[in-house]
C-alpha cells in the first residue's frame, strides 16, 4: 500500500520558518520525482516546488530564495524548509510522488499551514 504522511504544518507568525516532511512508503523512493504542492481557500493547487531523482529543483517564483527542497533517499523523505513566512502562503500543502508518464502518480493527505500577520 502506497502512502504519502506529511508532517509539520502549524501556525506561524510572518517572518516565521516551518519545515514540512512526507514520509513515503510502498513504493521506490528514490526514482520518483517528489514535489510540493499547495492549495488555498478558493484557488487552485499549485506547484510549489519539485526535486527529481537526480536532485535537480525548481521552484514557484512566489517562493525563490525562501523556500528549499530537499530528499533524503535512505530515508524515503522528502522535506520543504520553508523560511521567511507570508500571510500569503497560508494553504494545505501537499506532497506528491511522480514516475514516468501515467505509471505512478501518488498524493499526500495534506498538512495545514497558516502565516499570522
Known amino acids: 500500500q502506497v502512502q504519502l504522511v506529511e508532517s509539520g504544518g502549524g501556525l506561524v507568525q510572518a517572518g516565521g520558518s516551518l519545515r514540512l516532511s512526507c514520509a513515503a512508503s510502498?513504493?521506490?523512493?528514490?526514482?520518483?520525482?517528489m514535489g510540493w504542492y499547495r492549495q488555498a481557500p478558493g484557488k487552485q493547487r499549485e506547484l510549489v516546488a519539485a526535486?527529481?531523482?537526480?536532485?535537480?529543483?525548481n521552484y514557484a517564483d512566489s517562493v525563490k530564495g525562501r523556500f528549499t527542497i530537499s530528499r533524503d533517499n535512505a530515508k524515503n523523505t522528502v522535506y520543504l524548509q520553508m523560511n521567511s513566512l507570508k500571510p500569503e502562503d497560508t494553504a494545505v500543502y501537499y506532497c506528491?510522488?511522480?514516475?514516468?508518464?501515467?505509471?505512478?502518480?501518488?498524493w499526500g493527505q495534506g498538512t495545514q499551514v497558516t502565516v499570522s500577520s
Open positions: 506528491r510522488g511522480v514516475y514516468g508518464v501515467g505509471k505512478s502518480d501518488y
Open positions: 510502498g513504493i521506490m523512493f528514490s526514482i520518483h520525482a
Open positions: 526535486i527529481n531523482s537526480g536532485g535537480s529543483t
